[in-house]
């Protein structure tokens, strides 16, 4: 169990829905990623956020947006849904950020399937 | 922009035997780290091991190495004693040490699925 948790664990949808996913990070992290794993794109990082902050963003489509709340918890929002958006989100989180090693580490991931 | 490239999408080894998986990566920093994660049945990601570029020496964990060859941007794991719990998706990560900007994300490699046969 690497602390991080992630809800739901598995969410079915019809294209054109938006949804949510929820993480709630390590405690005492500060950071947090999101990454998506899908069959044809593999495991692309997709946003992070540092105490609150967008700190860099990856190959994440406007359809989709991220927050991380006072709490540290992340939520990231996928809209207008498609096919190609089923994929297996992860969300990671680190002690911190920047040239200094901290590692990330991974919940269990939401799969989400959209139908 | 930073590349990694994993060769080998499926690998077989016998239990007890040693396997080698491959990865390159492409960069034009001379600094940063070099990661091997192991995604089980589960889809749990585990950090297998890392390893930063400025040191020679290459990285170990118990059973699990690293051959780590910076100029030819190789960066290859080596499992001994392969057990039957080893059989995963092992992917191949890179991340940037630079501060700012999108520099901690992880860039991963499309992965090697290892089976391990008893």
């Known amino acids: 169990d690497s602390g991080v948790t992630q809800t739901p664990k598995h969410l079915i949808t019809a294209t054109g829905q938006r949804v949510t996913l929820r993480c709630s990070p390590r405690s005492g992290d500060l950071s947090v990623y999101w990454y998506q794993q899908s069959l044809d794109q593999g495991l692309q990082f997709l946003i992070q956020?540092?105490?609150?902050?967008?700190?860099a963003k990856g190959n994440i489509l406007e359809r989709f947006s991220a927050q991380q709340f006072p709490d540290l918890h992340s939520e990231l929002n996928l809209s207008s849904l498609e096919l190609g958006d089923s994929a297996l989100y992860f969300c990671?989180?680190?002690?911190?950020?920047?040239?200094?090693?901290?590692?990330?580490?991974f919940g269990p991931g939401t799969r989400l399937t959209v139908t | 922009a930073q590349t990694v490239t994993q060769s080998q999408p499926e690998m077989s080894v016998q239990e007890a035997e040693t396997v080698t998986l491959s990865c390159t990566y492409d960069t034009s920093e001379s600094d940063y780290y070099l990661f091997w994660y192991k995604q089980p049945p589960s889809r749990q990601m585990i950090l297998v091991i890392r390893?930063?570029?400025?040191?020679?020496q290459n990285a170990t964990e118990n059973r699990f190495s690293v051959n780590f060859q910076k100029a030819a941007k190789s960066f290859s794991l080596k499992i001994s004693d392969s057990q039957l719990g080893d059989a995963a998706m092992y992917f191949c990560a890179y991340r940037s040490t630079l501060y700012g900007g999108a520099t901690n994300k992880l860039i991963f490699g499309t992965g090697t699925l290892l089976a391990v046969q008893p």
């Open positions: 956020y540092y105490n609150g902050e967008e700190r």
């Open positions: 990671a989180s680190s002690e911190s950020t920047g040239s200094v090693f901290y590692e990330q580490y």
């Open positions: 390893q930063e570029a400025y040191k020679q």
